[in-house]
């Protein structure tokens, strides 16, 4: 069953460094999401990517972090500059398109475990 | 978006249905009803949506109230492995501006006990 996968499972980062997140959707999907949990929080929503731009954004997605779909295969999260607050699961999902926004599941791959020192 | 209601957690017995309860008193016409579940260590799953008819896949049935206002999923007979936390998730289709995001809420634990 196909599957999205992510790497690297943790990063351990110092405060202030760029870090990059990298990401496999499944391979006819064509849309793209990056979530974040806190530890004991909630999932948030950060980021969707369609047709090789942002669609959506939250306020958590500022002009530290950026996505890019760089080879048509993987899709990347970069966080420029990291703060200890960064410090969180970082889940990528993929979804396909079936007409309606309502509809199209997410397949989430296994996250990344980011810790910022 | 339209805010859910779900009780912070419960406890099952293995192999007995569960009943995961959901309020959505301000659901609008055109909200899609979805239900996600992530295990432990792991990513969110989708187990199930739907609109307004019950709808049942082979993880699950989901059972929608008439005025749409609540909804229910339910676990037939639940294993070990279902002991998740549990997410009612509104998704409006707004077509042209919407990509689809998910809001997820704090969820209800479910415990499931051998």
């Known amino acids: 069953e196909p599957e999205v996968t992510q790497t690297p499972s943790h990063q351990v980062t110092q405060m202030g460094q760029e870090v990059i997140l990298r990401c496999v959707p499944i391979?006819?999907?064509?849309?793209f999401y990056w979530y974040r949990q806190i530890l004991g929080q909630k999932v948030e929503f950060l980021v969707s990517?369609?047709?090789?731009?942002?669609?959506?954004k939250s306020e958590i997605f500022d002009d530290q972090f950026s996505v890019e779909r760089p080879d048509g295969s993987n899709f990347t999260l970069k966080i420029r500059s990291t703060k200890l607050e960064d410090s969180a699961m970082y889940f990528c999902a993929s979804s396909d398109w079936r007409g309606l926004a309502g509809v199209n599941e997410q397949f989430f791959g296994p996250g990344t475990r980011l810790t910022v020192l | 978006d339209a805010k859910t209601t779900q009780p912070n957690s419960m406890e099952s017995n293995e192999e007995e249905p569960v009943h995961l309860p959901c309020n959505h008193s301000t659901i609008s016409g055109t909200d899609y009803i979805h239900w996600y579940r992530q295990l432990p260590s792991q990513g969110p799953e989708y187990v199930i949506h739907?609109?307004?008819s019950n709808v049942n896949n082979r993880m699950a049935s989901l059972a929608i109230a008439e005025d749409r206002k609540s909804s229910t999923l339910i676990l037939h007979r639940a294993t070990l492995r279902d002991a998740a936390v549990y997410y009612c998730?509104?998704?409006?289709?707004?077509?042209?501006?919407?990509?689809?995001?998910?809001?997820f809420g704090q969820g209800t634990i479910l415990t499931v006990h051998p």
């Open positions: 391979s006819n999907h064509l849309y």
């Open positions: 998730i509104l998704r409006p289709n707004a077509g042209g501006t919407s990509y689809g995001k998910l809001t």
């Open positions: 990517f369609y047709n090789n731009e942002i669609s959506e």
């Open positions: 739907g609109l307004t």
